[in-house]
């Protein structure tokens, strides 16, 4: 379980591909302190680490995450939002995120707004049941909310600390991003269904 609340941001260093899987090694100021099985959200997907080395750490991504999110675009030098999973009894300054990417999104326009930036993306409108007017969602693993939304686009406005301190910075139009739906909505959702199924 993660909250969307980015601790870091890595560097992808090498792509390897082995059959249909992929591994990155992706430093980062936080390597060191990582351990191997440990599970790290890497923008909103959790992988788990399979190998360390000196400042950087190695996980791989199978086939059914690589059709499910951006992973498959990384190369050498992408910026990788970093969150460690939640400590129990720790606060949850974000929302509930289990990085468990549902859909990948398409960033339509980047407004600079003199010290915030406007952000607009587009989603597969058969999820448009899943997101609500100042409802919570993750964007490449930052808890973020959402407004003028739509069946097929919604906008997040970004602060400077968060501009700052993760990938959004090198988000623009036409880029894609990993889209984590409120875990919350999906189980009513899921509850909705079933009883109109009976």
């Known amino acids: 379980m993660f909250t969307g609340i980015i601790e870091n941001t890595g560097i992808v260093q090498e ?12 430093e980062s100021a936080i390597a060191g302190e990582l351990k191997i099985d440990q599970s790290v959200a890497h923008n909103g997907v959790c992988l788990t680490v399979d190998a360390l080395a000196e400042g950087r750490h190695r996980v791989t991504a199978i086939d059914e995450t690589l059709q499910k999110t951006h992973l498959g675009g ?3 030098g992408t910026k990788v939002n970093l ?3 939640l400590l129990m009894g720790g606060r949850l300054d974000g929302h509930m995120v289990q990085g468990h990417v549902d859909t990948v999104g398409t ?8 010290g915030s930036w406007l952000f ?6 058969q999820f448009a049941n899943l ?7 993750s964007l490449n693993g930052i808890s973020l909310t959402i407004f003028d939304v739509g069946h097929d686009a919604f906008s997040v406005a970004i602060i400077p600390y968060t501009w700052e301190h993760t990938n959004m910075h090198a ?7 990993n889209l984590e739906f409120d875990m919350v909505g999906k189980y009513i959702q899921r509850s909705i269904l079933l009883k109109e199924n009976g």
């Open 15 to 26: 792509v390897l591909t082995s059959g249909s899987n992929r591994s990155f090694w992706i």
């Open 107 to 114: 960033c339509l326009d980047v407004e600079d707004k003199n």
């Open 171 to 177: 988000i623009t139009a036409g880029d894609k991003i």
């Open 83 to 85: 969150e460690r999973c």
């Open 74 to 76: 990384w190369q050498a």
């Open 131 to 137: 997101l609500i007017e100042k409802g919570s969602i």
């Open 120 to 125: 607009r993306f587009s989603f597969p409108p």
